[in-house]
């Protein structure tokens, strides 16, 4: 798991450290000193920690006028035990949420297992974005939806379809945005 790098190709856009509105603004990262684990496997040093066991995020890119972010995972989605979406929502997304920011693309390539609690910290955030926001679960594992289906959590993401094989790397964030846009668009049409 300590190869598996966050993507890297738009930091000459964007750096989440180096934007004073963003939550991680001024961490430090080491490219030689493994210090996080997920179950005892180190990660690659870039990861961000959340405060979570298993779960770790990368902001890939915020853009504040459009209001999104583009947000990429490792790890277990783990909400029984280390109530992974109450960190991921009270420490970030709120913070992001006050800077205008309601419509998210969570990159989940790399996110291997979802365990289910209650729901209201996804029922907040669906309801913290308004009518004109939204939640993008891009390229989650088959078995990864089919758990959040079945806790009932599909009603706050909008997922499957080209969502689930989208090679958005060889896109700007912009084109990217445009991309899972028109998708969403088609699908309320």
């Known amino acids: 798991m300590h190869t598996i790098e966050p993507f890297y190709n738009w930091q000459h856009l964007y750096i989440a450290a180096e934007d004073p509105e963003s939550p991680f603004y001024g961490r430090e990262y080491s490219e030689f000193e493994f210090t ?14 959340i405060g979570s066991e298993t779960l770790y995020i990368k902001i890939l890119f915020v853009d504040y006028d459009e209001k999104y ?3 990429e995972l490792i790890g277990e989605w783990n909400d029984a035990i280390n109530n992974d979406i109450m960190l ?5 997304i709120d913070s992001l949420n006050y800077q205008g920011i309601n ?4 990159i989940g390539e790399n996110v291997l297992n979802y365990h289910q609690s209650d729901d209201s910290y996804y029922e907040e955030w669906f309801d913290d974005n ?26 706050y993401f909008i997922s499957g379809g080209e969502l689930d094989d989208f090679d958005w ?12 846009s028109k998708i969403i668009k088609k699908r309320l049409s």
């Open 36 to 49: 996080n684990t997920i179950y005892n496997y180190y990660i690659h040093p870039q990861w961000d920690d």
């Open 69 to 71: 972010a583009i947000i």
């Open 88 to 92: 991921l929502k009270r420490d970030f």
């Open 103 to 106: 419509k998210y693309i969570l």
């Open 130 to 155: 308004g009518e004109e926001g939204w939640i993008i679960l891009l390229n989650f594992r088959e078995h990864v939806l089919k758990e959040f289906k079945s806790a009932g959590l599909d009603y």
């Open 169 to 180: 790397r060889k896109f700007s964030p912009g084109q990217v945005f445009g991309n899972v």
